[in-house]
């Protein structure tokens, strides 16, 4: 099995696979006279703010899922391309980029280094050229924590839990989890390096905005290998504007990987009546030994 298959293997594999509780009815869902759900009812409050909490999935635009011949195609399985490329707004975009017709640096603006950082994790997840070293080697393909802010480009379920002080956000792939708190703290001058950052976050009328900083210095931020660094704050926008969807609005500002602040819309729908899966990636894995160049 090629690398690409891996990655996306790691991507897909808790959104092709039945939730438990699969027919659990979720409480308090508007409904259509059908029983579908009413996406564009309005948004629910709490204390008067919008409650953001529910099951989300990556809402973006999903690949062709009869392209798997096709130059730059992932796979049969529905993917959203920003799970590929975070600034990708379609599938002809990655399908340029993998076909060679389109380069990468036209999707956000790389420093010199990162674009070369990124040519050679896209050969390798071509097979066009052998494993060097480990930092062009996914680290979500390796079962790693699906990081902020790429965790809002996959497909894989993830709960947020609103509380008082706090946003939690429960991730169900290796069952990871993210704080962003509410209660007027302030950010850390000098962190201990993380996958998820520190977020602190405050209202704007009915958006939350969120502010983020102390990443690692090695993270992805999609699977063509975008790098996010200890340098960078992301801010999120995040916006409730009627029962189905999440709008969140990115900035990467990371002055060391890139040479400006730039920005995309990683929004989310709604899911209901089902659960979180119980989801281990290296459990019965059995994919590693044929990755190419190992």
């Known amino acids: 099995m ?5 990655a996306l293997f790691t991507l897909c594999m808790a959104a092709t696979v039945t939730a438990q509780w699969v027919k659990y009815p979720t409480p308090g869902v508007p409904r259509l006279p059908d029983g579908a759900v009413n996406v564009n009812a309005a948004a629910p409050k709490t204390g008067g703010r919008p409650d953001f909490s529910g099951l989300w999935t990556g809402a973006t635009t999903l690949a062709d899922p009869a392209c798997a011949n096709k130059p730059g195609c992932i796979g049969q399985e529905p993917l959203p391309v920003q799970a590929v490329h975070l600034a990708a707004t379609s599938q002809d975009q990655i399908g340029r980029v993998f076909g060679g017709a389109l380069n ?11 674009i070369d950082l990124v040519k050679r994790r896209t050969a390798f997840q071509r097979g066009l050229v052998p494993r060097e070293s480990d930092d062009i080697v996914d680290p979500h393909a390796r079962c790693l924590p699906p990081n902020c802010p790429r965790a809002w480009a996959f497909p894989h379920y993830r709960r947020i839990v609103q509380a008082a002080d706090r946003l939690v956000i429960l991730h169900e792939f290796n069952a990871s989890y993210r704080q962003i708190f509410t209660d007027g703290r302030q950010l850390p001058s000098d962190p201990s390096p993380s996958w998820q950052g520190y977020s602190s976050a405050r209202w704007q009328g009915d958006s939350l905005v969120v502010e983020t900083v102390g990443f690692r210095d ?3 931020l999609d699977m063509v290998g975008s790098p996010l660094t200890s340098a960078a704050r992301v801010t999120e926008r995040i916006r409730r504007p009627r029962y189905g969807k999440l709008e969140i609005e990115v900035t990467i500002n990371d002055p060391k990987a890139y040479t400006k602040s730039w920005t995309v819309r990683l929004d989310q729908a709604i899911v209901v009546d089902t659960e979180l899966l119980d989801s281990n990636c290296t459990e019965n894995e059995q994919s590693v030994r044929r990755m190419v160049g190992q």
């Open 218 to 220: 090695d993270l992805w």
């Open 2 to 6: 090629r690398t690409p298959a891996i």
């Open 104 to 114: 990468v640096a036209d999707l956000a603006p790389y420093q010199p280094w990162a």
